[in-house]
Each structure stands twice: as C-alpha cells, then as structure tokens.
C-alpha cells in the first residue's frame, strides 16, 4: 500500500480507478470547491483507521445550542471529503428551510470516508464503517446534545457515499430511522463487480469487498425481498434526469424490484445531473420526508416522487407541480 498525505492511502491496482474516476468524471461534474468555512471541524486519532480522520458538523440556525436534536450522517462521494458539503448553495437550503419551518433542526455529520466505499475492507487496511459509527459518531454525541435512539438517526449519502450508505443501513437496520440514498448506482453484487472492473483489477476489488459471493458487500437486491427486512426503517432513493450513465437506469430497476416484493420505499426522480448544484434541493425534499411525519413542501416541477406503502400496496402516482403559467 502507498500514501499520499493523510487522506490518500491506496492499494494495488486502486491508483487506476482513482485517476479515471475521480478526474475523468467527478472533476468535470464540479466537484472541485473550496470550503465556506461554515462547517465546524473536528479532528479524531481514529483507531479504526490507524490515523488522524476528520468530520465537519452542521449546525442549525437560531438553534440555541442546549437543546438535543437529531443527528443526520452525510455520506459523501469519491473525490470529495469531509468539507463537502461546506459550500454556500447546501448551506443556504438547508438554512432556509429551516428557518421557513420545512425542515426541523437537526445537526448533520459529514464524515472523511476517502474514496473507500464506506465498507470496512476485507483485507483489514480499513474499515471506514467502523470509523463512522463506532468513532465519529460517538464523538459527535459527546461534543453536542443530541437525541439518543433510532428515530433521530438518519443516513443521507450521495454518489458513491449513496452506495456506501446502502450497504451501511443494510448491515445496520436497526441503529438507523432512515437512509436517503442520491444519485448512487444501485446494483446487485455480480453488477457492482463487472462495474469496478472497468476500473480495478480483479485482485484490488476482492482485496476492498472479499472474493466473490464471499465478501463483506451486501447485495440489495437479495437483501430487500420482504418488507420485514427493513425493521420499520425507511427508505428513498433517486436519481437526476441527467445523472451518470446507468445511474438512474439502476435507481428504476431497484424500484421495480421493491415494488414487485411489496417493499415501502419512496423513489424521485430530480432535474439535474450528478452534482452538489443538483443535490442542494434534494437534500432538503429528501430530508422533509425523513425528518417528520409529513412534508409540506410540494415536489417541485419537473420531478417525480413515488410512493410505495405497505398497507395499500399500491403506489401514488408520481407528484409534480405544474408550471407556473
């Protein structure tokens, strides 16, 4: 394994994937930015990591700093990090919404997960997961009052981080209220595999997630087959009309494949592409359904959201608002 500087660890045959991903697509969607500096940040000597990892926190406005709220984790992307989400156009949506009353307050955790899948490797050189939830958690709970117990506890992941999110909320079902999963690619184990081989070799695959059909992934779609899987947790996930090619072709298979095992969960589709420009607002509809019993804001125009809930088995048909004029 080779480093560069605390953030960049890789291991053989992973240099690749980096540089083809994370530059010839992540760095012309815009993911290079600099922070707002409106995050606050805190700096842990990670005992899963073996290192020092960051996180940054958000904080509501008009919060009075005493009173215990919910915790939402954000997961983020490949080439990004725990700075992230400290960009004005986030910041400003979530702030308004909170100030407007769409959203409740609640503190968002934004962890560093490098571009490790949000997995604990199987060969034991990390376990971002761990660092997540057994450190940065914790610690987070221990500097801020927050509410104890899985109704306050949410997952929010994006890109890569929607897919490391996933696997997060199926290996934990029971810690989490809900999972929001955005423009994530949602695959069964054999097509995530043929997927990284385009960009890693066989060997740094099954050194990440194990030999196949014996790894520490989990498959969602051999996963998700009975509403009782999700123990009461909910889910939604989506994908924007211009995402990543196959990005939202996966979102609509996964869709079909909850729907026809009478699965609950809420699918959206956004106007957009695969970028924090785009996510900004989806944040902020995704979570107005997550946080509270029922979301006052309307889907706005051009999207779809869909419905699927157990006691009527059917789904709402998708909710737009029409045009003005």
């Excluded at 709970?141 to 994006?158: C, F, K, M, Q």
């Excluded at 051999?222 to 996966?250: H, I, K, N, W």
């Excluded at 706005?300 to 003005?324: C, I, K, L, T």
Aim: hydrophobic content about 40%; proline content about 7%.
């Amino acid at each position: 394994m080779t480093c560069e500087g605390p953030r960049l660890c890789y291991i053989p045959g992973v240099r690749r994937w980096i540089a083809t991903v994370c530059f010839s697509l992540l760095a012309a969607l815009g993911c290079a930015h600099g922070p707002e500096g409106r995050l606050q940040y805190q700096t842990l000597q990670s005992q899963s990591e073996d290192r020092p990892m960051k996180y940054g926190v958000y904080l509501p406005p008009q919060w009075d700093g005493r009173t215990e709220l919910p915790v939402v984790i954000l997961l983020h992307g490949a080439g990004d990090d725990e700075t992230s989400a400290d960009r004005k156009i986030v910041l400003d949506a979530l702030d308004e919404a909170i100030i407007t009353g769409d959203l409740p307050p609640f503190i968002l955790l934004a962890p560093n997960g490098d571009r490790g899948f949000w997995v604990n490797w199987q060969n034991g050189q990390h376990a971002y997961r761990d660092w997540v939830l057994e450190e940065a958690l914790p610690d987070l709970r221990r500097r801020y009052p927050t509410i104890a117990g899985r109704e306050a506890l949410h997952i929010l992941g994006v890109s890569m981080g929607g897919g490391g999110g996933l696997q997060m909320w199926l290996s934990n079902p029971e810690q989490f209220a809900s999972a929001s999963l955005l423009s994530a690619p949602i695959l069964n184990e054999d097509e995530t595999r043929r997927f990284l081989r385009r960009f890693m070799s066989k060997r740094a695959i099954q050194e990440v997630f194990g030999p196949e059909g014996d790894g520490d992934g989990v498959d969602p779609f051999l996963e998700l087959r009975s509403a009782d899987r999700l123990g009461g947790s909910r889910l939604l996930f989506g994908a924007a009309t211009r995402d990543v090619r196959g990005v939202l072709r996966s979102n609509q298979a996964f869709h079909t494949h909850l729907r026809e095992h009478e699965v609950p969960h809420q699918f959206l589709t956004f106007e957009g592409r695969h970028a924090w420009t785009s996510w900004a607002d989806v944040f902020v509809h995704a979570l107005c359904h997550q946080l509270q019993p029922t979301c006052p804001r309307p889907t706005p125009a051009g999207w779809a959201m869909q419905s699927y809930e157990r006691h009527n088995a059917e789904f709402d048909p998708p909710a737009r608002v029409a045009p003005a004029g």
